[in-house]
């Protein structure tokens, strides 16, 4: 009865600050008016999709666990929770690929990735995405694949069709899993080409082993040789854009590594699942579940982190408040 109490507290927690903190994202883009650019419109649609996963998903899916897994609200609202929880989680997912996707332009492209190009396909990435999401949330009810709910077992689920299992989860989960994973990789490979040119074109100190001094007969003169130096001609601008590079390079790969970490042993289970008929004990189901909707909730926090300019207008909004 306490463990119950405990987790249930530390839900509760869980819902509060992922609303509150993905609302104070976006008040913070809208009141901001140097935030209305690339990408803080990709962090606005991520943040827009996890304050839904937080107040349209969440607190349902506490009320359903405090029954028991049981389902007592009836079909309608069994079907708009579903499609809710589809919808938002897998906007959520995307937008995570739209953010990653938009940090491997800009560091491996940024002659060719111009403000307006990056608008335009910023602009692009989030209409997808929605777009994408909301296709896949009601693929069930548009088609008819699979039941979300069951009157006699009060249950209320995610279709388990075999069709639409997998494509609802290679669409939500495996899709954007395999395009940031690629992103990621490139990212490494451009950044570890970038340290090998940059320690390539250091410069290297001359030895006294390096320098031969060899005195001609007939003339007094002089001769040196260099067997090897090379100089580097580098400006502060190029480590400025070193240093920026290397820090989005790791947001980017904490954003994707705290995603595969909180979704995948849900998605796992959600695709293995109906395919092999497995017992999988509801009390996994629900940490799983749990786990996944709290990446809603690490999402804002690691892009804020690495971001001066969002806590400078936290700490503004704040005093102006006060």
């Known amino acids: 009865r306490v463990l119950r109490v405990l987790v249930l507290t530390l839900l509760v927690v869980l819902v509060v600050a992922t609303f509150l903190w993905n609302g104070l994202v976006l008040a913070t883009i809208l009141r901001v008016r140097s935030f209305h650019r690339v990408p803080h419109n990709l962090v606005a649609s991520m943040a827009v999709s996890d304050v839904m996963v937080a107040a349209l998903v969440m607190p349902l899916s506490l009320v359903h666990e405090l029954s028991g897994r049981r389902w007592r609200l009836g079909r309608s609202l069994c079907q708009v929770w579903i499609s809710c929880d589809v919808l938002c989680c897998t906007a959520s997912i995307w937008n995570v690929t739209a953010i990653a996707l938009d940090r491997y332009w800009s560091i491996t492209r940024h002659l060719e990735y111009t403000l307006r190009t990056r608008r335009r396909i910023s602009n692009i990435m989030i209409a997808l995405t929605w777009a994408l999401s909301a296709f896949i949330s009601l693929a069930p009810l548009l088609f008819g694949w699979g039941e979300t709910y069951s009157e006699d077992s009060e249950e209320c689920q995610v279709s388990r ?3 639409y299992t997998i494509f609802s989860t290679f669409g939500a989960f495996y899709l954007p899993l395999c395009v940031v994973l690629f992103v990621y990789w490139k990212i490494y490979k451009a950044a570890k080409f970038r340290i090998g040119s940059h320690k390539s074109n250091s410069i290297t100190p001359i030895t006294p082993e390096a ?5 001609a007969a ?13 100089v580097t001609f580098q400006t502060d601008g190029d480590t400025w854009r070193e240093q920026k590079e290397k820090k989005a390079a790791l947001m980017v790969g904490i954003l994707i590594g705290v995603f595969v970490l909180c979704w995948i042993p849900f998605f796992i289970t959600e695709l293995i699942n109906p395919l092999c008929s497995c017992d999988i004990p509801p009390v996994w189901k629900s940490i799983f579940l749990w786990l996944g909707y709290s ?4 999402n804002p ?5 690495f971001n001066k300019n969002y806590n400078n207008a936290f700490r503004n909004l704040f005093f102006r408040q006060q």
């Open 218 to 230: 007939q003339q007094p003169q002089m001769v040196f040789t260099v067997r090897h130096a090379t």
């Open 161 to 163: 069709e075999p069709f």
């Open 211 to 215: 320098l031969e001094v060899k005195e």
């Open 295 to 298: 990446n809603s909730f690490f």
């Open 301 to 305: 926090l690691i892009y804020t982190a």
